[in-house]
């Protein structure tokens, strides 16, 4: 799709556009900017939108949304579990769907679930244009899309996450076609719910305040994502005592008890137990109205980028910043620096999260008081903090903004303790030019000092290109072969060139940074689905010439310069 000689998305006329998401609600927050383009591009086309239930809210809030089409995906396995009529009950409810979903005739189908469930279903809606990893007749996953395959192969992989460049909003973009082209996500809350949250205000007598109003979401996802009530009441009780500042703790039903606990650790007139009270469009209401927000890594934070107010935010448990961080310019984000750093099991519980520890609630009650003070987004990103200011062995600091092609990026503005980290965000920075430059033909100068350290590296570089150039000796080899129908030494040939892409994935085993290329080769060799062998070779033959392409370049940028 995005070679030079493809169309990419844009360039066609569509009309009739499926989006799936089976999803959490900052996950389709997230999608909002994707959705504004694609009806910005297509501005007759019908989008529907394939959702569990629980994000209905959100996809509502998103005007560009034509149509709303629910599936109770948990109450389908739920019924699938169980024996006699709610198997049968189940079988109905996705023939339901399916059947649906194929009369409608769409002419292009978006995912952002990312699920095995997706994969599995997509192929029986008989849609033209498909951007969502499928599986062939063997079982084995198919990904046609440039961007979903680097998403996969970074995501899939919890080595190979810290050296993720590209954010999840930006990947849903490029994944449909397009470029980034807001700097902010989107929701729009009904007129009736800024009238509530202004009488909610006035009730609280707080309408009026010439204090920071500062909301405090305590409550995740997930508990392992948790920075936990106590912390959350001493930042409160740094804020009210220095600011005189407004606190309130909204959050849904089932997180009071949390709440709760944060206001009894710290009570002062100026706390507000909001636990309950407001829907997630009153939420979005309350936040375009509050002067900060303080937060993990939540769906709360991606509806304050998208009503415009900055963050705060502690990314603990199983997520990097440079993944799902809060998707606008000038949010300030804390991440531990400690080896487990970030999760590898999201779902798993974690007996000893320390992580917890490494961010002091000191330190991110100076960092708010800090974003409060400091509106311009340059002084912002010139900001150097000194290691009296925040530990560079516990933690690190770092601000959102966008660069040039309108991606997001995070720069650090605490001190950088080890040489391991200056490495991995010099990876970062070049795998990013990397898929730029091949995928959407954008180019961004980088210089880096020459470093005698990456010598061991760039000789595992080596290795592999002399690996690919053998494997390309081989299918010239059997493309001879072939043509003299001599399928007895043909067949010794494949397996030939099978050992050798057996070594090159091995190499990426033992070498994370170059275990990202090795994976994306690996996808897009097992997305040939062709039987024609002509095409198989032209296509293996591509893949290496890429895949050298690639080794070329990183070699290239990584060696630097004197």
């Not at 989006?19 to 994707?34: C, E, K, P, V």
């Not at 999260?353 to 960092?367: G, N």
């Not at 994306?520 to 002509?534: A, G, L, Q, R, V």
Request: one cysteine or more.
């Amino acid at each position: 799709m995005s070679s030079k000689n493809s169309k990419t998305t844009a360039e066609y006329n569509y009309r009739n556009i499926l989006i799936i998401a089976f999803t959490r609600l900052g996950d389709m927050l997230q999608a909002s900017h994707m959705i504004r383009v694609l009806k910005d591009t297509y501005p007759q086309a019908h989008i529907t939108i394939l959702a569990s239930k629980e994000i209905n809210v959100i996809c509502k809030g998103l005007p560009e949304i034509n149509e709303i089409i629910t599936f109770d995906i948990n109450d389908y396995f739920l019924n699938l579990k169980q024996h006699g009529v709610c198997v049968l009950k189940a079988y109905n409810q996705l023939s339901e769907v399916i059947n649906d979903l194929r009369a409608r005739n769409f002419d292009l189908c978006l995912d952002i679930s990312y699920t095995i469930y997706t994969a599995k279903l997509v192929p029986l809606l008989n849609i033209k244009n498909v951007q969502v990893p499928t599986f062939d007749e063997f079982e084995q996953k198919v990904i046609k899309n440039h961007w979903r395959r680097l998403f996969v192969t970074m995501a899939g992989d919890n080595c190979l996450r810290k050296y993720q460049p590209i954010n999840l909003v930006d990947i849903n973009i490029l994944t449909a076609g397009l470029k980034p082209k807001y700097q902010k996500l989107f929701f729009t809350p009904k007129p009736q719910d800024y009238v509530d949250v202004q009488r909610y205000l006035d009730e609280q007598g707080i309408s009026q305040t010439p204090y920071p109003l500062i909301c405090i979401q305590c409550g995740t996802s997930q508990k392992k994502r948790q920075w936990g009530a106590e912390r959350f009441a001493a930042v409160a009780k740094e804020l009210v005592e220095s600011l005189n500042a407004w606190i309130i703790y909204p959050g849904a039903p089932g997180e009071q008890e949390l709440i709760s606990e944060a206001v009894a650790c710290y009570a002062h007139p100026n706390i507000i137990n909001a636990a309950g009270v407001h829907n997630i469009s009153q939420l979005a209401a309350l936040l375009e109205r509050a002067d900060l927000l303080i937060t993990g890594d939540t769906g709360p934070m991606h509806l304050a980028a998208a009503m415009g107010t900055p963050s705060v935010s502690m990314f603990v448990g199983p997520s990097y910043c440079s993944e799902t961080g809060p998707y606008s310019a000038g949010n300030i984000i804390v991440e531990p620096k400690i080896s487990c750093y970030a999760c590898s099991h999201e779902n798993a519980t974690c007996s000893n999260p320390v992580c917890y520890d490494k961010i002091d609630p000191q330190t991110v009650a100076r960092l708010c008081k800090l974003r409060l003070q400091t509106k311009n987004l340059e002084d912002l990103l010139n900001l150097k903090l000194s290691a009296e200011e925040v530990n560079p062995r516990e933690m690190a600091v770092k601000v959102s903004y966008f660069d040039k092609d309108g991606f997001l990026e995070f720069k650090t503005i605490s001190e950088i303790y080890s040489s391991d980290e200056i490495l991995i965000e010099k990876i970062k920075a070049v795998y990013k030019q990397i898929w730029k430059e091949e995928f959407i033909q954008t180019k961004t100068k980088i210089n880096f000092k020459k470093q005698k350290s990456l010598n061991p590296m760039l000789e595992n570089l080596d290795t592999a290109y002399k690996l690919l150039e053998s494997c390309e000796q081989k299918v010239a080899q059997l493309t001879k072969l072939l043509q003299r129908n001599d399928f007895s030494q043909a067949k010794k040939m494949v397996q030939e060139i099978d050992a050798f892409d057996a070594q090159l994935i091995n190499l990426g085993k033992t070498n994370p940074n170059l275990k990202i290329m090795t994976n994306m080769y690996n996808y897009e060799k097992t997305s040939i689905t062709t039987n024609d062998i002509k095409e198989i070779l032209r296509e293996t033959r591509k893949n290496h010439a890429t895949f050298k392409r690639r080794l070329a370049k990183f070699k290239e940028l990584m060696a630097g310069e004197d």
